[in-house]
């Protein structure tokens, strides 16, 4: 059976990759989001095992010693990582894979999986993107700005990945993303 498509789709957070992921989910079978492990506390409405899988920071370390990340990241001082069996299985079971990761994690699975197709997601500008995060009104002025250098930090590597999509509505950058993948597909 053919190997499924790895995705790495990364993005500053705020800039709506979450929304434009369902979006995409909704027109693509055969296509599965890969659950990350965070240290980071849940936010509203988010579930675990569904969205991340929230643990300590003695159980990241203790995946990370036992070499069941695929790769892994720190970022605004919490740990972010792929667990990687179930991507592993996933993919040779003929199915493709989306990684919702940051930068440094992304060129972690580019290195290891050259065939791994990158896609950055971009805010239509830093006004807009910082205009979502504090919309969110989740976070203290510290961790927002906090995000919003780490976003401009970001964007400057977005030239490394093979594809930018600008996410200025949902349903247009979506519809950019399911036609990359449908070109993608063919020419496996
Ligand atoms: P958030 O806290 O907003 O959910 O995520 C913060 C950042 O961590 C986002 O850029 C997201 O893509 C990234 N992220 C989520 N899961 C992973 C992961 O497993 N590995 C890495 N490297 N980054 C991740």
């Known amino acids: 059976m053919k190997k499924g498509k790895l995705y790495i789709i990364s993005g500053p ?3 709506g990759k979450s929304t434009v992921l369902r979006e995409v989910f909704r027109h ?4 599965f989001f890969s659950v990350s492990a965070t240290t980071r506390g849940p936010r509203e409405g988010e579930v675990d095992g569904k969205d ?3 643990v300590t920071r003695e159980e990241f370390e203790r995946m990370i010693g036992a070499d069941e990340l695929l790769e892994h990241a720190q970022y605004v001082s ?3 990582g792929t667990p990687r069996k179930p991507v592993e299985a996933m993919l040779s079971e003929g199915n493709d894979v989306v990684l919702d990761i ?3 994690g992304a060129g972690q699975v580019k290195t290891k999986m050259p065939e791994a197709v990158s896609l950055f997601i971009l805010p239509p500008s ?3 993107l910082e205009r979502r995060l504090r919309g969110r009104g989740t976070e203290t002025e510290e961790k927002i700005r906090s995000r919003l250098s780490q976003a401009e930090r970001e964007i400057a590597k977005s030239g490394s990945y093979d594809y ?3 996410n200025d509505d949902v349903e247009r950058a979506a519809g950019e993303i399911v036609q990359i993948m449908r070109r993608i597909r063919r020419r496996k």
């Open 13 to 15: 957070s705020g800039c």
């Open 28 to 31: 693509r079978r055969n296509i």
């Open 52 to 54: 991340y899988y929230f």
């Open 78 to 80: 919490n740990y972010y």
């Open 102 to 104: 940051e930068v440094q």
């Open 126 to 128: 830093l006004e807009e």
């Open 164 to 166: 930018r999509v600008v």
